[in-house]
């Protein structure tokens, strides 16, 4: 109940912060909010030409299968690791007045999900061009999107706790998430390039890999994602949205103690 009362209480705090961390990202860039598409298209076209060219390695729709991939990764890749240095960021907000520091993070939640918002709208308009066909399949987006969203943010509440006492932390998470990346298929397809048993072990334990893989199925290839698999993931992230605001609100008067 508590935080559900905070939740409504910075409600406005926290989009009128999201705002305006947007608006200073792109206030001394020529391109502006353009650079916010021009970004993942710009990776795309790397890991395209990397995977094709270079590797001679493709899959049906592959510059849009690639898109989707990292659309996802940048989402959780970017809250994660900025959410390690979070509260020291905002020194000057914490050791004047009090906020609950899980509004950091669902900030910087809110302003990468913005930009995951404009990519998959991207999405959409590269699916129109190369005319891959839409099915009902597609309303699975709506409860993957939901567990990635509450994993992110369970994951990132832990990421912020730990990190207010572990210096190293951000160095060692930069290194962990490189390798997550690597072993999530974000320009490679797992179902055809892994052996088993590792194929299955990847998409069943690595909530990034079968978020990835589901989202790419029900939009491109009119397949139905594993549903339980699904409730698992979206269970897990609630346990560690509740472990995680549970640690916060108990330690986080020692914050500004420690920083």
């Not at 308009?125 to 699975?140: A, D, E, H, S």
């Not at 390039?193 to 589901?214: G, H, R, W």
């Amino acid at each position: 109940m508590r935080f559900v009362n905070d939740l409504k209480k910075y409600w406005k705090y926290t989009k009128y912060a999201a705002k305006s961390e947007l608006k200073s990202e792109v206030a001394s860039s020529y391109l502006n909010w353009l650079w916010w598409i021009l970004d993942p298209l710009l990776f795309m076209l790397v890991y395209t030409f990397i995977a094709m060219v270079v590797f001679r390695k493709s899959v049906q729709y592959f510059p849009v299968f690639v898109f989707i991939g990292l659309t996802s990764w940048n989402f959780f890749n970017k809250t994660v690791i900025g959410s390690v240095k979070l509260v020291k960021a905002n020194k000057q907000i914490v050791t004047k007045v009090y906020l609950p520091k899980f509004v950091l993070v669902l900030q910087k939640l809110l302003v990468n999900g913005f930009k995951m918002m404009i990519s998959f709208i991207l999405v959409l308009i590269m699916m129109v061009i190369y005319r891959v066909p839409v099915t009902w399949n597609i309303l699975f987006m709506i409860p993957l999107l939901m567990v990635l969203v509450i994993l992110t943010f369970g994951v990132s509440n832990i990421m912020m706790h730990f990190g207010v006492f572990v210096d190293e932390l951000f160095n060692v998470m930069t290194v962990l998430l490189r390798l997550t990346f690597y072993m999530s298929g974000i320009f490679y397809s797992i179902s055809q390039t892994v052996p088993e048993p590792y194929q299955t072990i990847l998409l069943k334990c690595n909530p990034m890999a079968f978020i990835m893989d589901s989202m790419r199925n029900c939009m491109l290839y009119s397949t139905t994602p594993e549903i339980w698999l699904i409730l698992i993931w979206g269970a897990v992230g609630v346990l560690l949205t509740v472990i995680a605001i549970r640690v916060v609100y108990k330690y986080e008067n020692s914050y500004v103690k420690v920083i």
